[in-house]
């Protein structure tokens, strides 16, 4: 199911994959985060919600990162530079929690530069019914599809488990 869900989220559009915990869901958005930023030449958002789950992904990915010679900021905590720099000739994976990813989208609005940004995966998206931070991740998913008129050639990628 990996290969036709990266294929089909690789021909545009957004996309919601839901499968049970360690179904392959985090491997798919790392692919696209990957292909975003060295095959497409964009900047990428991966979105988390939570601290420590930014921390550990920003490690993760910072082997790739040197290996390939892009870029990669994390957004968390007091963690981030607003607006972000920006980068001649090497694209940025960007790693936030949901407060900062709506921050750093805000930033980005403001210098005009949401178009940098050609896919954005969304991680625990479920997060989206919680009370208060359900509320902002909302907000920032909307105000980037509806504001960014270049992301109808970009791509937004949710994962979740599989909804009851």
Partial sequence: ??????????????????????GGKTLVGELLLLNAVLTRCTDALLILPYVALVEEKVRELAEFAEHFSFGLERYAGSRGRLPPRKRLNKRTIYVATIEKANSLFNSLYEEGRCPEIGVVVVDELHMIGDGHRGAILETCLSKF????????????????????
């Fill in 145 to 164: 599809l509806s504001i960014q008129p270049g992301f109808v050639n970009g791509r937004h990628v949710s994962l979740n488990q599989r909804f009851s």
């Fill in 1 to 22: 199911w990996q290969e036709s869900t990266v294929t089909a989220c690789l021909t545009g559009g957004n996309h919601i994959i839901t499968c049970p915990t360690s």
